[in-house]
């Protein structure tokens, strides 16, 4: 007599999804024990196993009577339950059956629980990448669980900002408790917030819907429905539902909330987990890094795709026809978090909702629909707002005064980073940067945003002797500096032909020589490879520098890749306001990845 018991997930429905483990165990069973319309899923699978159904209700009785078959007939028994049987599904009942018989793992009959595909995981891979980051399953069946603790698990989900799938959200019976989530989840969460609603995923009646929270109950929703409700980030791209893995919590000037594009989004340094960021790569991921053909960043330029329409769905059916919350445009399906609920460092998210949930439990006597729930605007998240510094377009002379306000403003939390490009970055935890900002501006620094925008880079004209050169390099400063470009740009501008700050080394150098001004375009400002830009024209006269420039500036803008460096497009277009491009001197030198 050796019996054993068999507690299987059998996935979504499917044949496919079906994992090898819960085939074979399957196959050594001599009794199936489920709910009989589980039972008819599987029933192919089948060959002379006895099979023992039962109704929705009757689980412990199925969970007895398999214990009893398995440990006084000794038999090989399956229990079976879709999707996975640890998730509201039939493997808890049995061992809570065994405990209560004294069982142990070394006396008793033995057991295997064969995991399968969640719901979760089903309904998430039809939508797209709706989970991707802190998720959680609530079941809002109140049926073996009081509604008051449903409601405020619904709650402290919202508030934590966790993708959320709902189970067993709507029966013929149970109808309000899905009206309740919706309300407690609008509280926390922008009435534009994705929302998917897969019914009988992998099944012959397979179908999906990407709506909004607030739209949501204006579809069928019902036993065999998973909800899926997006997080602050989450976005719908081409019809499909997607989480980005974290959030960013850095803001810059004139930004209070994060452009989320997806070239930016994708750089390392927005992973702080990821092995690479950590220095932790080992041999194997390195060297697949260094055997990139060039520039890694820009490299991951691959993502220019992703802000393209796909044209095709390639997808079978139901997400054709569902309706989207957005159109196919990149801008405009990436949906921001609501301006009131900045987002943060989802540790300290997790953090305010542990200390909300805690609050709670000694407030919340009754529903959570009268329970005072915190509106959205209670986040007063932790934003780090950081900026550039510098104390002129030509003036490199920061005072004592200048400074001390620098150091004040940046306190004990904030830093201050000295940088290659003649500025200072301030960056300070604030949600609130106005006063900082009007403080510097006050004692005449200048300050610009961070990341990919122009930047004017000025010699100090020989500390301001040779001052002819400085209103052209302050107009252009002031046209262009700070302007948000597809890639960082920079102008070099050197007041005299010793041109000795280096201008024919950026992006653009502009260098005033005897009155007129010489112009370098496409200098590959990074790398072992780096060289000058091509020296396009000599004795621009000074009436028109300003202009051509912005021309040149306004297409790079224009007709740029995201993430493209300037001269990179420069040889891709070939030509720009008449200066062809040409091919530079080159060192003949392997290209390195980056850290390499
Ligand atoms: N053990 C199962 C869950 C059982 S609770 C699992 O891990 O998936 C029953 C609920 O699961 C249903 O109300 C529905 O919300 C969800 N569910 C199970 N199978 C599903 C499927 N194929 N498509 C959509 N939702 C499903």
Known sequence: MSGKLFV????????????????????????????????????????????????MTEEVARAREAVRQAEVEGKKVAVISSGDAGVYGMAGLVYEV?????????????????????????????????????????????????????ARRIDAAGMADFVIALYN???????????????????YRSPDTPVGIVKSAFREREHVVVTTLAQMLEHDIGMLTTVIIGNTSTFVYDGKMITPRGYQRKYTLSADEQPLKPHQRLRVENEPWSLEAAGEADETAHSSISSAPSDRKEAQGGSVTLATPLIENTDSGPTATAPVTATATATAVLVAPPATQTVQNPLDWAMQALTAVNEAKGIVTQPASNSGIRPVSSFTPEMIF?????????????????????????????????????????????????????????????????????????????DGEKKDGIPFAEELHQKLGGKEMPKELKIGFNGCGMACYGAVKEDIGIVFRKGKFDLFLGAKTVGRNAHSGIPVAEGIPKEEI????ERIVTRFKQEAFPNERFHKYFQRVGELEGYAWREPAKAEIENAACGD
């Not at 997930?9 to 399957?26: D, L, N, Q, V, Y």
């Not at 300003?546 to 420039?549: C, E, G, Q, R």
């Open 169 to 187: 959200p709507r029966s013929g019976r149970r109808t309000r408790q899905i009206v309740e989530a919706q309300r407690i989840l609008l509280q």
């Open 386 to 462: 950081e900026c550039a510094v510098s104390p002129g377009v030509a003036n490199k002379k920061i005072t004592p005064q200048q400074m001390m306000a620098l150091a004040e403003v940046a306190g004990e939390k904030g830093e201050l980073e000295y940088t290659p490009h003649h500025q200072i970055i301030l960056r300070v935890p604030t949600a609130s940067p106005d006063s900082i900002t009007a403080r510097l501006r006050q004692l005449g620094l200048i300050l610009s945003p961070i990341g990919d925008v122009l930047q004017v880079k000025a010699c100090d004209f020989c």
């Open 98 to 150: 065994l405990v209560e018989k004294g069982w142990t793992e070394a006396t008793g009959v033995p057991i295997e629980i064969v995991p399968g595909i969640s719901a979760i995981n089903s309904c998430g891979a039809i939508l797209g990448a709706p989970i991707m980051h802190d998720a959680c399953t609530i079941s809002l069946s109140d049926h073996l669980t009081p509604w008051e603790l449903i």
């Open 546 to 549: 300003v202009s051509l420039v």
């Open 8 to 55: 299987i997930g059998f996935g979504p429905g499917s044949f496919e999804h079906i994992t090898k483990r819960a085939r074979e165990a399957i196959q050594e069973s001599d009794v199936i024990i489920g709910y009989s319309t589980y039972v008819d899923l599987i029933r192919e699978l089948l060959t002379d196993q006895e099979v023992v159904s039962t109704g």
